[in-house]
């Protein structure tokens, strides 16, 4: 059963017993067992986040001298383990923009190339971003779909088949290299 915002419980021991007893009972009895001896104060879940592709590729990112990178710009679903590492993506290519600025400028901020440099970063980022939602949910979708006989078709035969290692393999990804200067200001 889909836990959404309104169906979660909120008190720890509530949702430890609701994990031993409605969504994990079948698991394996070590993994129970973690559940069962977690200290409660530590225990508390939350909705997954999404953001929609097309709000990705087509919204506002970048104001002026000011963006957003990681889950602010592109919550994603988890199933291909890529939040995080886009996350850094994210940092290393913001880094590379910013740093390329101030270079360019003699060891200054300047402010119009620096909204241009983030602009370029934001350009650089959406369609990335945009293609790890689109394939960690779409991956999601499958792995938690039916039993019916067309949906294991689906799932066993096309997806992990022919699609998922094309989805799997986006987690290689070159960020380019990070410009670096040397202790007197001047390029490397
Ligand atoms: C259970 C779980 C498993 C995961 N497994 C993986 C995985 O295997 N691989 C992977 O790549 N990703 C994984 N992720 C996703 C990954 O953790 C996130 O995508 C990543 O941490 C996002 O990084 P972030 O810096 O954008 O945000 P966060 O890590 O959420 O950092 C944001 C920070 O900002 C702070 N903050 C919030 N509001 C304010 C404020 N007003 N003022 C100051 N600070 C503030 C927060 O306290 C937090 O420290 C997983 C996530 C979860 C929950």
Redesign the pocket.
Known sequence: MPISGENMAREPEQIQREVLEKYAENFPSIYLDVVRHADLSTISWAPLMYRHPWRIIFGNLNKGNITV????MHPMT?EL?????S?LEDAVVLGRHIGNSIIKNGGQFVEGDMAKAIDDYVKERRWRAALLVTGSYLSGWMQHGGAKWWERFIRDRLFFKYIFGFLAGLAHYNCGNLPAVSSSGKED
Do not use: E, F, L, T
């Open positions: 990178a990681g889950d602010a988890p383990g890529q939040g995080g590492g996350s």
